[in-house]
């Protein structure tokens, strides 16, 4: 068995969803850790930068309205879709605004995890199916102005738990969650910032 890979013919298809605006950001650095230890490993990389490839985070109608219809309209997004069905690890890679998701990553989720796809839509009184059966390993790495103790105690982590518990844990079938969170992240000093991208390093590696 090929340490990144299904087999030995076969590398470990990762897929690394980055948003951020700033080409210079803390996000950026990190995304290019992630990506550069998953290359170490022997991985097939797909990068995805959301300010980068014209993902429009706004669902339109036609896709709504077929939504639950079996035959969802994915026109804007069948690039992402297939990205993501094809992906064997998925690294994300983002800041938490306002306790969530930048709109972009959002507008990812929305628009490309969709039933038929991430998910089987089994009725009104039942629970969905996992549809990403593939995903067997995910990183979240995360960036936030907070303090730690805001976001564990006033907070009680809400990112984590979608992050977890509304979008990997029922999409997927034992996939591996590993997130890390860079907290008071706006005044971060260059010692800090290195020592949570060593962790990064170690997190990747340890996953892969």
């Known amino acids: 068995m090929n340490k990144a890979g299904n087999d030995l013919d076969k590398p470990m298809r990762a897929l690394v969803v980055s948003c951020h605006p700033l080409e210079n950001s803390l996000c950026a650095g990190l995304t290019a850790v992630v990506i550069e230890e998953l290359e170490q490993a022997g991985a097939d990389v797909f990068h995805v930068d959301l300010y980068d490839c014209g993902l429009d985070p706004v669902m339109p109608a036609g896709q709504r309205q077929t939504y639950f219809s079996g035959s969802c309209d994915v026109s804007g997004v069948e690039k992402q879709i297939e990205q993501l069905a ?8 983002f800041p938490v605004w306002w ?6 990553l ?10 038929g796809v991430a998910y089987q839509d089994m009725g009104p009184t039942k629970p969905i199916k996992s ?3 593939q995903l067997k390993k995910c990183i979240a790495v995360n ?11 006033v907070l ?53």
């Open 99 to 104: 306790s969530g998701f930048p709109a972009l």
């Open 156 to 208: 009680n982590q809400p990112l984590r738990k979608i992050v977890a518990r509304g979008l990997i844990g029922p999409c997927t079938s034992g996939c591996k969650l590993r997130q890390l969170t860079l907290y008071d992240a706006q005044d971060v000093k260059a010692g800090r910032a290195d020592r949570f991208k060593r962790k990064v390093r170690k997190a990747v590696q340890g996953i892969v």
């Open 143 to 153: 960036t936030m102005g907070s303090p730690w103790w805001v976001d564990r105690f």
């Open 131 to 133: 549809g990403l059966v």
């Open 86 to 93: 094809q992906a064997d690890l998925l690294a994300l890679v």
């Open 106 to 115: 959002k507008g990812w989720f929305d628009r490309v995890w969709i039933p």
